[in-house]
């Protein structure tokens, strides 16, 4: 049984490689492709799709919202998050969002067609050690109070600043201005009563929000 797959990612050339890869393989076909939120939900309303193949950063709505929006519209539809982030609060706010799976963009590409084999057969993939660390963070306090104290832009934006990128930089990679950054940054702050970044990122280490 082939199974019909959709490929969501802002960037070209990671759409192109997915597709060539995938095609070597019968039983995998890429029936579309998706830039951005806005352009996923609306090719979704025309394409049957088995399983989404989707990255979580993207510019407009995206993230956990994303995941959200698009299992509330196609409730049959399997979601398998493709991100660069592997931090335990971005993974289970997908997860919790609805995505059916969610694997890291360093895995290998073998892995990779495993977890779209898997998402198709059975509905739910995670990698045991990403498991593992969902099981205690599930129970964590620190996770669910940022968790429900955040949006899912804020939770980008806050990770992006623990990374030590400056407002500038987050902005280019969210598509953003640099105002709308700063606005964020404020209301994160105000939200977790920090005054400074240095408080952001020793309020994250001492959470082991990010790693």
Avoid at 20 to 34: G, I, K, L, S, W
Avoid at 154 to 159: L, P, Y
Avoid at 180 to 202: C, E, F, M, N, Q
Wanted: aromatic share 4%.
């Amino acid at each position: 049984m082939v199974t019909r797959l959709m490929i969501t990612d802002d960037h070209e050339l990671v759409r192109s490689g997915l597709v060539q890869f995938m095609a070597t393989f019968p039983d995998v076909q890429v029936v579309a492709e998706a830039n951005c939120g806005a352009d996923l939900l609306e090719k979704l309303r025309s394409v049957q799709v088995d399983v989404l193949l989707l990255d979580l950063v993207m510019p407009g709505i995206c993230g956990a919202e994303l995941v959200a929006r698009v299992r509330g519209g196609n409730p049959n539809l399997r979601i398998l998050v493709l991100s660069m982030h592997n931090d335990t609060q971005t993974v289970l706010r997908a997860m919790k969002a609805g995505a059916s799976g969610y694997i890291t963009k360093n895995c290998s590409p073998q892995t990779l067609l495993d977890a779209v084999r898997k998402v198709a057969a059975t509905g739910k993939y995670l990698d045991p050690e990403m498991a593992e660390r969902l099981a205690f963070a599930s129970s964590s306090a620190d996770v669910d109070d940022v968790e429900l104290t955040l949006s899912e832009r804020e939770m980008q934006i806050f990770r992006l600043i623990v990374e030590g990128k400056c407002i500038k930089a987050i902005a280019n990679e969210l598509s953003i201005s640099d105002k709308t950054v700063s606005t964020h940054k404020a209301h994160i702050l105000a939200k977790l009563g920090l005054k400074s970044v240095a408080d952001l990122v020793r309020y994250a280490m001492q959470g082991k929000l990010f790693p």
